[in-house]
């Protein structure tokens, strides 16, 4: 195990090398800098901030300095905030996290019950609603279907607020502070919860369908228990095992943030922090955010497989 | 001996895409109490439908007992609710399989896998549950059995897991034990120590075995009496030693046929010609003609019923009908 | 199961294969024809490709004039989905979108499976070091996030001043180079599984060439695979394009797609009153989308039994 660790973790460290600089290079690609888009400065202002920020220097050089500085925790200032870019994430990451956590809790919720029960009714009236409900949630376009609740839910209806995390200007402490972000964070989970679901629920239901149909299922029939227990305690538990896999694959998107659902619903997370920072070139941030992602896409494959060694008695030996 | 199981007619059907498939066909026969009973034919002939039947577990969608009682103390098993034959199942009537490796949960431990059926049905707590388990795995001939009780599946051999089904399947005493192929997976010295755990079994506690086994040489070792099942339905039935000595269904005679015997070499094993008829193809006839050396012209448009053709013994054959009626 | 029993016609590659694969065909149509869900998918998408590519010759509103009279009016007899800003009627547009959106989507998945099952084929195939070469850089491409790899395309084509009516052109390049890495996995893992089958032990122990062994034996057996993939692909592009353009950084204006058009919902009056405007597209792409999805599925029963829904 240790020796496949470590043949693991060298090739994500050499993969992550190559990713950062592939991100390096495409973002000195993109077209404009933060300095550029100022119009408010001189030309020989606009000159010096280049010499400050080292936006002169050859690609290789500015790549080999930010990645210096990266190894050491150190990703940069952001230009837009005048902040360090670390410290920009520790503020908005949290903001996404819940955000995400609680639709993906939910998400998992709803999956594991409807895939579980339309599993063991194959091919009943209740079966066939589900795959199509699973077949509509995955085709829904995500930025649509936020705007088509907003304006069914918050514009017309006016049940919940449109967008945001608290209303505009309050200044809620305690219980209420945290009724006034559930209020707001209804929506956003709603649609992420609606746009997951869909093919976790489908996933669930053909593990199961697989589950149920081996040997040992029967035997817990041949022993006589109820079937909720032959369901939840001997299928479900098999189904969910290579599920455990996903949970690592989780990783990007609890922590990554949203970038279409946090723009729709003017969510201070991370992924609304990237939106605005591309509109301002602001590349120290930029590249920072895209490594981010990078590193834990290839951390959750890592845990997933690590994961999925623990939860299955037969690899867990060897 | 008093009929411990009756089967009156019991006919299983499955629906399939291209047509239903009669897997059991109006199938009837009697265990009686402390009787091993073999059910012998080859794979697809009916006889694992005609278990699951028995236990209320033959796959749905698609699967469906359609015709038929089966009587179990005075009861009629068919017309029992799911509960009151779920509480029959594991406890008066239990069952083990052909394949033990993939028969028991890998997730759960030993242990829990036997203590399930104590838990349902004996009520006991899950302490006493624990130490009826263990004992369990002794009493099949496990050593070190509270370690085995902790371990998972795959670190035991199949001969092993095959004496766990054992336990946990007469852990509540069963007046009757399915045992389907219960050898057929396992290597042929372990073979023998799991038939005689059986034997040992039927014999303390007086219970009655019902047998499937395609293998003859297990039939003759365990069985009392014997029922030859071909595409569905009884070809053949009846006390052992007669049916082995004068087998008189030309299907039973070539099965014994094949089975090479010890110290008589032939250059050839004998096989029955043909296949299999399909199950979606039958029509009103001997479903053994096409493949039956004396075929005449009633075989291929008239069912033969099942006769007396001896003492303790019939067989579903015009060959017995001629002979009758030349007689 | 068939393979296992016959291995050996189709390893030699008989006269018959042809007719043989040709009448597996009919009997796969057959069962999909069987399967309601699946056909009703594919009676909407083909409507929907109809009214899309057909439809705007009968609509007598397709010169896109603009008609300061007509701004804005909400749904009537004359103007069955409204008109928008510059007086146009929002169906025709719709449906001139329409064109657009499946173009691109049906493009780019053409692009993507193309690029995935060669790459994935010749790795599987190969393996060694060309196996190593090319899903490095497939891993390398999986690391990092979709979006914001789009977004930067998105900007370089901004600033490279692409005309409008070649935009789309370079977003079904986009797409179909975002999407080949999972692809060309999928098409890799399958072929390395078919190595080891006995037909092509046949053909190894018959002495075929490579390129023979490749094209005549392996590529046959993944292309159901590839059918099932490549439908489902183009839902998930049609996906893609519609935020790309919904963000502005895909296909703009006055090229219509349903993405764009869905960008009058930034308006914020038109989003509150003029809900007609961006509606309609939304729910063509959600239509067309699922449509493609539960075909694609009823595909995959049919063509792919063994991956089970």
């Known amino acids: 195990m240790s020796a496949y660790l470590t043949k693991r973790i060298s090739y994500m460290v050499i993969i992550l090398l190559a990713a950062s600089l592939l991100i390096f290079c495409l973002y000195a690609l993109t077209p404009g800098d933060f300095i550029s888009s100022n119009i408010k400065l001189s030309p020989e202002r606009k000159a010096e901030l280049r010499e400050i920020y080292g936006l002169n220097k050859p690609l290789l050089e500015r790549y080999g300095i930010w990645m210096k500085n990266a190894l050491h925790g150190d990703f940069g200032f952001s230009l837009a905030q005048q902040k360090p870019v670390l410290t920009l994430f520790n503020e908005y990451i949290w903001n996404s996290f819940l955000l995400a956590a609680v639709s993906t809790f939910f998400t998992w919720l709803i999956a594991v019950i409807i895939g579980v029960v339309s599993a063991y009714k194959q091919y009943s009236w209740f079966d066939t609603l589900v795959m199509v409900l699973i077949f509509a949630a995955m085709s829904l376009p995500s930025f649509f279907i936020g705007l088509f609740l907003i304006k069914i839910c918050a514009v017309d209806l006016k049940w919940l607020p449109p967008g945001g995390m608290l209303t505009t200007g309050s200044n809620a402490t305690g219980l209420a502070y945290v009724k006034e972000v559930i209020h707001h964070m209804t929506l956003p989970v709603v649609v992420m919860t609606l746009l997951g679901v869909g093919s976790l629920t489908r996933y669930f239901r053909s593990n199961m369908i697989d589950v149920i149909k081996q040997d040992y299922i029967r035997t817990a029939r041949a022993k006589g228990l109820k079937e909720n227990k032959v369901l939840f305690r001997h299928a479900l538990r098999n189904a969910l095992l290579p599920a455990i896999t996903l949970v690592g694959f989780e990783l990007p998107s609890l922590f990554g943030g949203s970038l279409i659902i946090e723009k729709i619903f003017n969510w201070p997370g991370i992924g609304q922090l990237y939106i605005q920072s591309f509109g301002l070139r602001d590349y120290p941030l930029l590249m920072g955010f895209t490594m981010l992602l990078a590193v834990l896409t290839v951390i959750g494959t890592l845990l997933s497989d690590i994961l999925y060694h623990i939860a299955d008695p037969r690899v867990r030996l060897h | 001996m008093k009929d411990l199981i009756q089967i009156n007619h019991l006919s299983t059907h499955f629906h399939t895409e291209n047509g239903t498939v009669k897997a059991v066909n109006d199938v009837s026969f009697r265990v009686r109490e402390g009787e091993t009973v073999c059910i012998v034919g080859e794979s697809g002939c009916g006889k694992s439908v005609t278990a699951m039947s028995i236990m209320g577990l033959v796959e749905e969608p698609g699967g469906k007992v359609v015709d038929g009682q089966i009587h179990f103390e005075g009861r009629d098993l068919l017309k029992l609710s799911k509960n009151e034959l779920r509480s029959l199942r594991g406890n008066e009537i239990s069952m083990i399989f052909q394949e033990p490796m993939s028969s028991l949960n890998p997730v759960l431990k030993i242990g829990q896998q036997i203590m399930e059926p104590l838990l349902v049905h004996q009520k006991l707590s899950k302490k006493e549950a624990r130490k009826r388990a263990i004992e369990l795995i002794e009493k099949v001939g496990i050593s070190r059995a509270e370690q085995i009780a902790d371990s998972y599946p795959h670190e035991l051999s199949g001969g092993m897991l095959q004496r766990i089904m054992i336990a946990i399947a007469i852990s509540g005493n069963p007046k009757l034990l399915i045992a389907d192929e219960p050898t057929t997976a396992l290597d042929v010295t372990i073979q023998a120590q799991i038939l005689d755990i059986l034997r040992q079994f039927k014999e303390q506690n007086n219970m009655s075995i019902m047998l499937i086994t395609h293998d003859l040489g297990v039939v003759a070792e365990m069985a009392d009496y014997v029922i030859v099942m071909y595409a569905g339905k009884i070809v053949e039935e009846g006390e052992v030693v007669q049916l082995f000595q004068s087998p008189k269904h030309p299907y039973t005679q070539g099965l014994l046929k094949s089975k090479p015997i010890i110290n008589q070499r032939t250059d050839e094993l004998y096989s029955i010609p043909g296949q299999v008829p399909n199950p979606l193809e039958l029509t009103e006839s001997c479903y053994f003609h096409d493949r039956c050396q004396h075929c005449m012209d009633i075989c291929r448009t008239k069912q033969p019923v099942l006769k007396e053709v001896g003492e303790q013994q019939k067989a579903a054959c015009w060959l017995y009908e001629e002979a009758l009626v030349h007689a | ?309």
Not at chain 3, 130 to 135: A, N, P
Not at chain 3, 217 to 243: D, F, K, Q, W
Not at chain 3, 251 to 277: R, S
Request: aromatic share 8%; charged share 15%.
């Open chain 3, 1 to 309: 199961m068939s393979l296992n029993s016959t291995p050996l016609p189709e390893a030699v590659g008989a006269k018959n294969a042809p007719a043989k694969s040709s009448s597996l065909f009919k009997q796969s149509m057959r069962r999909l024809m069987k399967n309601k869900l699946a056909v009703s998918g594919l009676v909407v998408v083909v409507i929907m490709f109809l009214a899309c590519f057909v439809g705007p010759f009968f609509s007598p509103y397709t010169d896109n004039k603009v008609n300061m009279a007509l701004m804005n009016k909400p749904p009537s007899l004359k103007h069955w989905l409204g008109t928008d800003a510059l007086g146009r009627d929002v169906l025709t547009r719709v449906l001139q979108a329409g064109r657009i959106s499946l173009t691109v989507g049906l493009a780019s998945m053409v692009l993507s499976v193309f690029i995935g099952s060669l790459l994935g084929a010749i790795a599987g195939y190969y393996r060694g070091i060309v196996d190593q070469i090319i899903m490095r850089i497939a891993d390398l491409l999986l690391t990092i996030p979709g979006l914001p790899l789009l977004f930067i395309f998105g900007a370089l084509l901004s600033d490279w001043k692409v005309p409008t009516e070649y935009r789309m052109y370079i977003v079904m390049l986009m797409l179909g180079l975002v999407n080949w890495p999972g692809l060309a996995r999928m098409v890799r893992g399958q072929m390395l599984s078919l190595r080891e089958r006995e037909f092509m032990q046949a053909a190894v122990v018959l002495g075929l060439r490579d390129r023979r062994k490749l094209f005549n034996h392996l590529l046959p057996n993944i292309i159901p695979l590839l059918i099932v993939i490549a439908t489902l692909n183009i839902g998930g592009s049609i996906l893609s394009e519609s935020a790309l353009s919904f963000f502005g950084l895909g296909v703009m204006a006055p090229t219509p797609t349903w993405g764009n058009m869905i960008d009058a919902a930034n308006n914020l009056i038109d989003f509150q009153e003029h809900p007609w405007l961006w509606v309609p597209p939304g729910f063509s792409i959600f239509a067309t989308v699922i449509a493609i999805n539960i075909f694609g599925d009823g595909l995959r029963d049919v063509l792919d039994p063994k991956q089970k829904r």
